[in-house]
């Protein structure tokens, strides 16, 4: 079974465009997160959500819009995409800090590619 | 600000250990972490260290920290062809409790020689 699972793999498409990437994870934590990786796979942290609430949000683009439906999900929506938004993201999710001494591990998922005409 | 600072590139030899090295700059970090990107892949978390420890090992990985020097080093003892990956030194951004992010470095790519 996937722990933390993104949809689509790939992302093709020209500029201007809105679209959205899908993130579940199964593993009950209450925390998500996305994270960007530019072509010279730098990782940076966007967002993260506890418990469907906004906690982390990086100097984004507001074009840039996380959506938590429920514990479990937390989408990335990308209007009028620019170039530069061309970058593997990932999603990521870990249990509450200090449960279960799992040290805040975060567990990602695939990533998804998404490459702007 | 929080920043993660490791070299780009690792060169070493199939059967000799490989050392990564790894400075942060947050004193209150609580955990450090090592995770492993293979090409065309996610991110595996490999290790990581509790900040009151100063060593850790785990089969061929050993992790040591130098807390006074904000040091963070990851030892693969025995190198193999399918340790050839990008390793993130990465640390908690937000130590406070809550939803700790992770800083990362830039990335060690390993390349293994036969």
């Known amino acids: 079974d996937t722990a933390v699972s993104q949809t689509p793999k790939y992302l093709v498409t020209q500029m201007g465009n809105d679209k959205s990437i899908k993130c579940e994870q199964n593993l009950g934590h209450d925390t998500m997160y996305w994270y960007k990786q530019d072509s010279k796979k730098f990782l940076k942290i966007m967002f993260s959500y506890n418990n469907k609430e906004l906690i982390i949000n990086e100097t984004v683009p507001n074009r840039f819009s996380p959506k938590s439906p429920d514990k479990a999900h937390l989408n990335l929506h990308i209007n009028s995409l620019e170039l530069g938004d061309s970058a593997v993201y990932f999603c990521?999710?870990?249990?509450?800090?200090?449960?279960?001494?799992?040290?805040?591990?975060?567990?990602f998922g695939p990533g998804t590619r998404l490459t702007v005409l | 600000g929080e920043d993660v600072e490791q070299s780009l590139f690792l060169s070493v030899r199939e059967g000799d250990s490989s050392v990564i090295n790894c400075t942060y700059t947050?004193?209150?970090?609580?955990?450090l972490y090592w995770y492993k990107q293979e090409p065309g892949a996610g991110l595996q978390l490999l290790t990581y260290i509790f900040s009151n420890m100063d060593m850790k090992q785990d089969q061929r990985l050993t992790v040591l920290l130098n807390k006074k020097d904000k040091h963070l080093s990851l030892r693969i003892a025995d190198t193999q062809t399918g340790d050839s990956a990008i390793y993130f030194c990465?640390?908690?951004?937000?130590?406070?409790?809550?939803?700790?992010?992770?800083?990362f470095g830039k990335g060690t790519h390993l390349i293994i020689q036969p």
């Open positions: 947050d004193s209150s970090s609580t955990y």
């Open positions: 990521a999710s870990s249990p509450l800090k200090g449960l279960a001494g799992v040290g805040g591990q975060q567990f």
């Open positions: 990465a640390e908690s951004i937000y130590s406070g409790g809550g939803a700790d992010g992770l800083t």
